[in-house]
């Protein structure tokens, strides 16, 4: 694998304290006499992206990039990350040189007046080494960061919505929301019965999405439907307020792009309209298919699913221990009111659980939360209990605190069979380093947002590529090999994260929230630790299992000597967007959903994108050239296993998917999606964000036996979706079929072509 301009030499410690108790960065990606730009090579390339029927949606010319980025990551950069510089559409930033030094010289000029770094020289080699893990798609931010930091300081840009920051100990309101932006991408929001107070709430959302960030909130608080109110009168209920707050989702384009607002609704399952909340989605698809038939289009972006409700929301069920007991031993379960918490109905659990799976498999809505086993795993246990969580939910902490969160794109820390670890090491500490500098820095949307994320300080840093490394290694997704190889990774990088807190910890402090968490801080600190030293031998990450026991012994002892900056650490996010602009062929802890797929875009349009990771995969397996370009071919048509020639049929699993192929055959299993999740679990402070990807043909027993696993499993959280469940998805194994542009009928796809069953008419053959 190609290493660009990084520096070779082992480097064992590149964070340090000086003598001025500020800390002292050494180089080790990027020579400080050199330009982290140096050595790579820049091209000046277009980007368009097109609609089903061939509408140009985005496009522009003159783009400055590494000539080693593909167009898919160049499409991604132009469309969504770059700003202006100027009130005109002129100034529009046109090279990813202007992206990174807006972004990177500004952590590291913020990070420098707080303290952070003994001198500008450090400063400027902190800020080099960002740039240089980002030009080589290494490392990634979260979008808000790419959307807001460092417009005000670079090109002096204003924004009227304005924000709170904590500073010194008290919460100061920032009326240019771009002079200390909101950079982190999750939210959590408490909720109170209270009608101002939830109205309050959907002005705060609208504040969050503007900035291209999610929030989520548990609305279990808000009384059931015809609960006395104190003026006289009855509730209207829980799902009423609901769908106001969907619409107003539905109304923003986040970030000032074409991105969807993201959001998550938790409830408990206790709640007198959990059963109205389980089938709410499941409900309104069917009126969106009804309308598709009517002809209202087909699409998110579609009249179809505009019309209906429930449509901006990830939902999600907290089960408790004392639930899942009830429905193994097939016991009545009380759902509760909100008021008086007075028994309102009496349900079978196991009925009620298997609503759950039903509503799941009908739409993929709800997925579960398991409250009891998020809460064994909570940091500050002492502060509140932990209730919901970030839109995909992998930020699970307290109510009104936000996260910040970067990914590192694994495939680039291996070198064919040898793992980088030094490269590794100073890339997460360098990383962790730039979100805890954001976390200062960052502006907040509400004054307890800004109060107790400064208090409390969580970050998420994660990863992102695991499926595609695994298929480049020779390991098939949830095999014995796969799962320790997310687990010494998982475990290294929180360890490593952790380690960094304690370093920092010993300059600036540790966070405010600490002492009356020091407790349950060791308690899961002890967790990690032991899990750690269960983890199964794996020969290529045998020095990694070494440095990963040697940091949480140091993570433990700094936590019992009062040493930590951060009450969270590390997350697994979906990675996404910036996914793609690393580009990833798997994102997050994902397998490969399929190894030819169309991606639809947030706005309209398509991404045809072909698994980058098969050739070297066939290539470390020993198969000859002429055999690789054979076997690539079989699978860009969709052939099945058996039907591939050369392919040995003891490395068929390897190249398994999460759906079969377009023509049927073998998949990725239910049980290794988990078994990849419980491998990872145990090393992070938040939850994963991962779909489990199933067949249409799956069933909701099967679901049901999903749901208890993951139970079983001690994981946090877990959601499904049956291909097909809803009549539009992002992921697909086929491509969405143009209109036809003679008679508007729709096409069908014929080989590799879209043809018009009316008139006989070929529109397209480019995809």
């Not at 043909?697 to 079983?712: G, L, P």
Request: net charge negative.
């Amino acid at each position: 694998m190609p290493r660009g301009q990084f520096r070779t030499e082992a480097v064992s410690d590149h964070l340090s304290l000086g003598k001025c108790e500020n800390m002292k960065w050494t180089p080790h990606f990027c020579a400080k006499e050199r330009s982290p730009y140096d050595g790579v090579q820049w091209v000046q390339a277009s980007a368009e992206i097109r609609g089903v029927n061939s509408e140009t949606l985005f496009s522009m010319a003159g783009i400055e990039v590494p000539k080693s980025w593909s167009q898919q990551a160049v499409n991604i950069l132009a469309s969504k990350y770059f700003r202006l510089r100027g009130a005109s559409e002129s100034t529009r930033e046109n090279s990813l040189k202007q992206v990174l030094d807006r972004v990177a010289d500004t952590i590291a000029d913020r990070g420098l007046s707080a303290g952070y770094f003994d001198s500008q020289d450090d400063a400027v080699c902190f800020a080099n080494e960002l740039k240089t893990l980002i030009v080589n798609q290494r490392m990634a931010f979260n979008s808000p960061v790419w959307f807001n930091c460092g417009l005000f300081d670079k090109y002096g840009s204003h924004s009227s919505t304005p924000l709170f920051r904590y500073d010194e100990g008290r919460v100061v309101r920032i009326e240019n929301g771009f002079q200390h932006p909101q950079v982190s991408a999750c939210f959590i929001q408490s909720v109170s019965d209270d009608l101002m107070s939830m109205f309050d709430l959907l002005k705060n959302e609208a504040r969050i999405f503007k900035f291209g960030s999610g929030t989520g909130s548990n609305f279990s608080s808000i009384r059931g439907q015809l609960e006395a109110l104190s003026g006289g009168g009855a509730s209207s209920g829980l799902m009423t307020f609901l769908e106001i707050f969907d619409r107003a989702a539905g109304a923003i384009k986040s970030g000032g792009t074409t991105r969807r607002a993201a959001k998550m609704v938790c409830l408990d399952v206790d709640h007198p309209e959990v059963e109205d909340f389980i089938w709410w989605k499941a409900k309104e698809e069917k009126k969106a298919m009804a309308l598709m038939k009517a002809g209202y289009g087909r699409g998110f972006e579609s009249e179809s699913y505009r019309s209906v409700s429930g449509q901006n929301s990830n939902n999600s069920i907290r089960l408790s221990d004392d639930f899942m007991k009830a429905v193994q031993a097939d016991a009545e379960w009380v759902l509760r009111g909100r008021v008086d918490g007075q028994p309102s109905k009496k349900v079978s659990a196991k009925k009620l659980f298997r609503q759950i799976a039903e509503a799941a498999w009908e739409c993929a809505d709800p997925g579960v939360q398991f409250d009891s086993t998020i809460q064994q795993w909570h940091t500050c246990a002492n502060s509140a209990a932990i209730r919901a969580s970030n839109p995909c939910s992998e930020f699970m902490f307290l109510d009104d605190t936000a996260c910040n969160l970067a990914s590192l794109n694994l495939v680039k820390f291996f070198d064919q069979d040898q793992f980088l670890l030094e490269d590794f090491v100073h890339a997460v500490r360098t990383t962790f380093l730039a979100q805890e500098i954001l976390l200062d820095f960052a502006g907040y949307p509400t004054e307890a947002i800004a109060e107790r994320s400064a208090k409390y300080r969580p970050l998420g840093l994660g990863f992102a590529n695991l499926g595609a490394l695994c298929m480049r290694l020779g390991y098939a997704y949830g095999s014995v090999e796969a799962q320790s190889l997310t687990a010494h990774l998982t475990s290294l990088m929180s360890g490593l994260a952790y380690e960094t807190s304690a370093l920092i910890a010993k300059q600036k402090g540790s966070f405010a929230g600490f002492k009356e968490n020091q407790s349950s801080m060791l308690k899961v600190m002890k967790q990690h630790q032991q899990a750690n030293d269960d983890i199964g031998h794996l020969k290529i990450m045998s020095e990694a299992g070494v440095r990963s026991a040697e940091a949480w012994n140091k993570v433990v002892a700094a936590v019992e000597s009062g040493l930590i900056r951060n009450a969270q650490a590390t997350v697994i996010a979906p990675t996404g967007t910036i996914g793609l602009m690393m580009d990833c062929d798997t994102t997050g802890i994902e397998p490969d959903y399929s190894l030819l797929k169309y991606k639809s875009l947030s706005g309209g349009g398509q991404m045809a994108i072909l698994n980058a990771s098969v050739e070297p995969a066939l290539q470390a397996l020993g198969y000859g050239q002429s055999q690789i370009q054979k076997i690539k071919q079989a699978f860009e048509e969709g052939k099945d296993f058996d039907q591939v020639p050369f392919l040995d049929k003891k490395h068929h699993e390897i190249f398994y998917t999460a759906q079969p192929r377009a023509s049927g055959g073998d998949y990725i299993s239910w049980k290794s999606h988990l078994s990849m999740m419980a491998a990872a679990q145990p090393f992070l402070s938040g939850a994963i964000s991962k779909t489990v990807n199933l067949p249409n043909d799956i069933s909701v027993d099967e679901i049901e036996q999903i749901y208890r696993t993951a139970y079983d499993l001690k994981l946090k959280s877990v959601a499904i979706y049956r291909d097909g469940s809803k009549a539009a998805q992002p992921l697909s194994v086929v491509p969405d079929t143009p209109n036809c542009t003679q008679c508007g009928f729709e096409t069908v796809l014929d080989g590799s072509c879209f043809k018009c069953e009316n008139c006989g008419h070929t529109v397209s053959c480019s995809i």
